[in-house]
């Protein structure tokens, strides 16, 4: 994977966003004069600070509670920085937003968010191309439907009738529905089965078809961003404290896993319940699809 030079597709500069957690009675009493004014502000956000190249696919890590969505959302023009300042495609996501979403294609973390339920998933994703001003919008659906593997019998369906990984595959499809300079992905595999979430990986790597598209992909999986990015942000408590290559990442990372290959001659189906079980148990932090051959990652040896 490479990514442009010239310029930056994603610049924040001491990104600060605190949200006010006061319980309402607290903040009623202190209204009338009766409880003091005490206030308890949650800081999301503490200084963040880094720079996404054009046509870099760059990871944004960090455990959950971190202040990812938060990051995103400011970069999305959902929300506004309480400090700092933030460019997405050259453009100011305060004082230009309009021209950034025009730039930007979203993954939100609740991603059933804004789709209508008993419309289909075509009809959905059609309505929002008419939106968007997309040219040939029926032609776009259909691509972009097809880009993420949803099945054709799944396309006229009602969108609360989908399962949740289909719904997912629908919000990524609305996401790419623009051709947009900068997709933004938060925690993007939530709900995907593992088959497509093999899948989906590769088409990070390949940019959703556009060696061009800058990807910012928010996540708590190392994994993920171990096959996918070029680049990698760390975010930890509201606070960036390591933006490297991820070859210079991991080799700061020491490793505790143990690895453990099994193989199957039979079909996949025969290896699905056992799958299923390494899962259940919380034993797996992955589990990888290779023909008919599957790999977990285990924390301790056990017995199936």
Known sequence: MGFALAGFAVEAFGLRKAYDKTPFRQRFLGALGLGGDRRERVVALDGVSFRAGRGEVFGF???????????????????????????????????????????????????????????????????????????????????????????R???????????????????????????PEVVFLDEPTKGLDIIFA????????????????????????????????????????????????VEELKALLPSSRQVYKIEFAGEVGAVEGFVRRVESRGLAEWVKFRGCAWAAVLGRRTRF
């Open 153 to 179: 019998e799944a396309w006229g369906r009602w969108y609360q009738r989908l399962s949740s990984g289909m719904k997912q595959k629908v919000a990524l499809a609305r996401a790419l529905l623009s051709d």
């Open 198 to 245: 093999a899948q989906f990986r590769e088409m990070v790597r390949e940019q959703f078809g556009d060696r061009g598209r800058t990807v910012f992909l928010s996540t708590h999986d190392m994994r993920l961003v171990e096959e996918t990015c070029d680049r990698v942000a760390v975010i930890n408590r509201g606070r960036v404290v390591a933006v490297k290559a």
């Open 61 to 151: 890590l960090g455990p959950n509670g971190a202040g990812k969505t938060t990051t995103v959302k400011i970069l999305t023009t959902v929300l506004t920085p309480d400090e700092g300042y933030a460019r997405v495609a050259g453009f100011d996501v305060v004082r230009d937003s309009l021209e950034v979403r025009r730039r930007i294609g979203v993954l939100p973390e609740d991603a059933a968010r804004g789709f209508a339920w008993r419309l289909s998933a075509f009809d959905n994703l059609y309505l929002s191309a008419v939106t968007y001003e997309v040219s040939d919008p029926k032609t776009r659906v259909r691509e972009v439907l097809e880009l993420v593997g949803l099945g």
